[in-house]
């Protein structure tokens, strides 16, 4: 059986994802070397109004079920990241465990949303923003195939709540409730480097995003910091342009300029 790469594609006709192709050839390439498989999927499983993209994803072991697809460990990672040519196999580090990337970014979105979810939704609980893992990169195997059960069983019965909270607070949709989850039911996570999922960028000063950036524009310290590049949270700038899509193909066609991937890939049904 081999690891897969799980790579969620939809198109929601918002132009977000129009660049996801250059992060699909990415991890083509990675699958290639380290005779993994990619899976991307395209198709919603509900109506977006009633479940995120982001709550979807927790049906991953039903999809792969439904394709007949076996499987060792899986990698399930957004589609606004670039994986870099010399990356190492990371499935090699996991111990087999429930692996994750500390969200190394904004530290007061982080904080926030750990206070509001842990007074509304887990009766005034918290948990260590030091252990708090990005959802954008989630490596598991069949042993968390029970615990992915859970995560979408406490959506389904928490579902308004959980929309309420959301827009009160104004962050993200799962990761807060993820990372609680995880404590919950005791899940043993290995925390990998933060070179495997280097997200925040433009925070970390390594993404020239307008003229008033005081640093250089170039990519030489983004190369430097990591393996693995995630364009999320980059400010709209009208007087560069230069949002996720921009930094997708960029940094692509930098990395993998003389490659030639092969670009094919298994497209999902929902079955």
């Known amino acids: 059986m081999k690891n897969i790469?799980?790579?969620p594609n939809i198109d929601l006709g918002d132009d977000r994802n129009s660049s996801y192709s250059y992060s699909i050839k990415s991890w083509k390439y990675f699958c290639d070397k380290y005779d993994c498989e990619l899976l991307v999927w395209e198709d919603l499983l509900f109506p977006i109004e009633q479940m995120k993209i982001t709550w979807q994803r927790y049906y991953l072991f039903d999809i792969l079920d439904a394709n007949k697809i076996e499987y060792d460990q899986i990698l399930m990672v957004d589609a606004d990241t670039i994986v870099h040519p010399d990356c190492p196999?990371?499935?090699t580090e996991t111990d087999r465990k429930y692996c994750g990337v500390m969200n190394d970014g904004d530290y007061e979105w982080v904080l926030r949303s750990i206070r509001g979810f842990g007074d509304i939704l887990f009766e005034g609980k918290r948990i260590k923003?030091?252990?708090?893992?990005n959802g954008g990169f989630q490596i598991v195997n069949e042993t968390h195939k029970d615990f992915f059960s859970e995560m979408k069983g406490y959506y389904l019965e928490n579902q308004d709540k959980i929309i309420e909270t959301i827009k009160e607070l104004r962050t993200a949709t799962d990761q807060t409730i993820?990372?609680?989850m995880l404590v919950e039911h005791n899940i043993d996570?290995?925390?990998?480097?933060q070179c495997y999922n280097l997200s925040d960028l433009w925070r970390k000063n390594l993404l020239y995003v307008s003229k008033e950036c005081w640093w250089e524009d170039d990519l030489i310290n983004l190369y430097n910091s990591g393996w693995v590049y995630h364009f999320n949270a980059i400010p709209k700038n009208t007087e560069?342009?230069?949002d996720a899509n921009y930094w997708l193909q960029t940094v692509y066609k930098e990395l993998y300029n003389y490659r030639r991937p092969n670009?094919?890939?298994?497209l999902l049904r929902n079955g």
């Open 5 to 7: 790469v799980f790579v």
């Open 89 to 91: 196999n990371f499935f």
């Open 129 to 133: 923003p030091w252990n708090y893992i």
């Open 178 to 180: 993820l990372n609680f």
């Open 189 to 193: 996570v290995k925390i990998l480097p």
């Open 240 to 242: 560069l342009n230069r």
């Open 263 to 266: 670009e094919g890939s298994i």
